[in-house]
């Protein structure tokens, strides 16, 4: 997933780890592990994986920037 570009929202995997979380919001991948790790980030475990799912990516950035359905 190291060096991959999404033109689209519909490209970017169902279940984003850091890597992917990373890419998609142009951070580091520290600052990524940094959010996933925050309370108010929509975060599960899959084992010992921490991963977000895309949809709640989504609505974590619009509530974060003040938008409402």
Not at 34 to 42: C, E, K, N, V, Y
Request: hydrophobic share 45%.
């Amino acid at each position: 997933m190291k060096g991959t570009i999404y033109t689209s929202f519909d490209q970017i995997p169902v279940v984003i780890n850091a890597d992917c979380l990373a890419t998609v919001l142009g951070i580091s991948r520290t600052k990524a592990y940094q959010l996933m790790h925050s309370d108010a980030f929509p975060t599960f475990r899959v084992g010992s994986r921490i991963v977000v799912k895309k949809d709640h990516l989504l609505a974590w950035i619009d509530k974060e920037v003040g938008i409402s359905d």
